[in-house]
């Protein structure tokens, strides 16, 4: 499995892209930017388990409590840990592709 996990929202749904480098995820979060229907979100580095948010995001994150800093970064990294779960657990059948939604 691919090391970073690039997340982004889509109607209103968590979605990730997975990348080998960081490098590699950076220039995906920068697409993602561009995007109008996608809202990047961050970088997760399964290696470390540490969450980078996105430029604005991140502001958003600091200006917050340390409470609420360690609830949100709690809950996007459980999010990303799902999302690398659920996509390494997927076994393609027939014509079925890989599913797109995080619920």
């Known amino acids: ?8 929202l889509l109607n209103e749904q968590y ?32 290696k470390t388990e540490l969450f980078d948010w996105e430029p604005s ?9 340390i409470g609420e800093q360690g609830d949100q970064g709690n809950r996007i990294i459980t999010i990303a840990q799902s999302l690398r779960r659920r996509d390494a ?3 393609p059948v027939g014509d079925l592709h890989r ?4 619920a």
Request: glycine share 6%; net charge positive.
């Open 1 to 8: 499995m691919k090391r970073f996990s690039v997340l982004y």
């Open 15 to 46: 979605h990730h892209v997975g990348c080998n480098t960081q490098t590699e995820a950076l220039s995906v979060l920068h697409k993602l930017a561009a995007d109008n229907k996608r809202k990047p979100v961050g970088i997760y580095d399964s």
């Open 57 to 65: 995001r991140q502001q958003n994150y600091e200006q917050a409590s």
């Open 89 to 91: 657990g997927w076994l």
């Open 99 to 102: 599913p797109s939604l995080f």
